[in-house]
């Protein structure tokens, strides 16, 4: 807990009957200081002489070059036996310097601030008057800055950025104006040679428990030298180990098996967001750059013809297409926002993909995955190629937007079940999200299945809680019977893409396996030998959700196993597989390999952002390569274009040219063995894209 104590409580003139009770050590760390040091530690003494009976001065000379050796050299005969010189043989820094007087202490409390003369050291009195035996800090915070504006500006803006970053509570990090109980912290855990070591030093100060206490000092404008911190190359080597301590401070205790998981700052939270977010966009940016392809067009013509307002009534009474509502609007008005550019429909898909990898990392919330193991499978999600097809093919935006919903309805269950009071609005927001996960795709009704999931591996079932479900079950239900009493005028019952009758399992089967494939079997397969610890809970958690997600499409008929765009919600249940591989593989090797977990990790994001960005693309490039060809020949041809192969629907070459030429209705495609028999017949398949030869 951090006390201030403000600016009108800090008197000067107080009583010298005032005698502190511990010992005390006092540092200053100097690099060139000559100068300033004579009067420095005439005030210091002269401070400590009359407050404290036990007490030691200690100087660490970093390598300076000017006289602060000699200068020194008087002083310590000066002041014997209290004052004792330690000296760097080379400039090591502010933070070795700072490491060197810590590990020099020997008394109760350290007291230490700067060489310079820019703090009074009579101003440690107030310090010592307000510590307690428990006090851990007493840290000052400057009344006002006496610096040149630019530095003024720097500082506050490193100080405000450094609060944020490590979730820091003191109000002034870069006043170095310190007393600190030498028992609450462990010099050697600090780790900077530079300035950045008064990050380190209060984190583990204020995450150690102890009490801390706030108090103004005043603050005198630099008469010798200049600040060796507010230089362009020092500012940006403090930038760099900002990051390595984030790195060492937050990063790796996150993934230790040893700590406790408390719930991370608000701004670790922010991080990792956006660390997720560069990693989604770095996967997929090069797909911003592909055409439309092939059912791109059917998704911009449904668009048009259900998206307006005043067509949702219609849209209403189509069975198939109402199932796909919000994705049908989406299309529409980004085309009337942005017009027909595919850079801005596959951006929107990018987009999507990055809330939905954010979603993934607020699984988190649910205690029985927890913050860890969510960035991980987060980190996972946003890079994995199983499921690129649902990011790169605008036209599969449908499973975006139901897994948006789906999941966001997941998390405001799982608020519900672990809220501690009666939480209506979170349950009423799962329904609401609900509702619109069904408009989005039929698939929508793997929910139900995952929030009993959720019930299991919680341990949190019960009747009250099951019952709770049943609204979700028969909007699950309603929502299947519509579709089946349609089924005479649906098209996939007809034109052969679904059945009940579908080998269900077999499907399951190989869909699990293709999913698995290569870095959840390999943790599966090292779990099996007994190599890796797998966590039960997330082991169900994982594999039941891939499990349940691929169901709702085991039941298509065009392939022998669920396509890949259909395999974006049961991702999850891989990267929570692939995420607790990695944390268990940290606990076997931590102390004896430790190099092998982050090696293990770059090659998993070579390996699956470098096969988005060379296989997949080119596969992608000559999925679009039969409609761009269509609308080259269209450009330069006659009203009839001839075909003697064509790998997709007619529909999709009747709106393409539709769509890409509303002027030209004399427009005409044939692909027919009388087309083929034309001298401008054309072949528009390639190896990818295959079709019937004529």
Known sequence: MITPIQQGTFARGVSGSFQFSGSLTVFFPAYNDAPSLPSLLERTFDTVRRFVADFEVIVVNDGSYDDTARVLEDLAVQYAPHLRVITHPRNLGYGAALRTGFHAATKDYVFYTDGDGQYDPADLEHFLRVAGPDTGLVNGYKLTRNDPWHRIAIGWLYNQFARWLFGIHLRDIDCDFRLIRRSVFDPAALRSTGGTICVELVRNLELSGAPVIELPVRHYAREHGRSQFFRVRSLAITFFQLLQVFYRLVVLPAFSPELPQPRPARSHLVWVGILIAILSTFAYARALSLPFIADDYVQIQLARDYGPVSKWSALAQDALYRCRATSLVMTYWIEQVFGLKPIYFNLASLLLHIVNALLVFALGYWRSVGWKLSAIAAAYFAISQRHSEAVIWFAAVPELLVFCFVLTSFLCWIAWLQAQKPALLWYLAAFASYMAALLSK????????????????????????????????????????????????HLHFNDGTFSLSAPVFEVILRSSWGLLWVWGAVGLLLAALRFLSLSPRIFVSGLGWMIISLVPYSFLTYMPRVPSRHTYLASVGLSLIVAASLVALRQRVAFRKPWLVPAVVAVIFLHETGYIWTVLHRRYELRAQPTELLLNTARTAGPSIFANCFPYSHYVADYALMIEFPENAALHFENSPEAAKQPASQNFCNDLAQGTRY
Not at 453 to 460: G, N, T
Request: avoid cysteine; charged fraction near 10%; charge should be positive.
């Open 442 to 489: 039929e698939s929508a009704v793997a929910l139900v299945p995952l929030l009993a999931l959720a019930l299991l591996v919680s341990r949190e079932v019960s009747w009250k809680r099951i019952g709770a479900m049943l609204p979700f079950a028969a909007a699950a239900g309603g929502y299947f019977a519509l579709i089946y009493a349609a089924r005479n005028n």
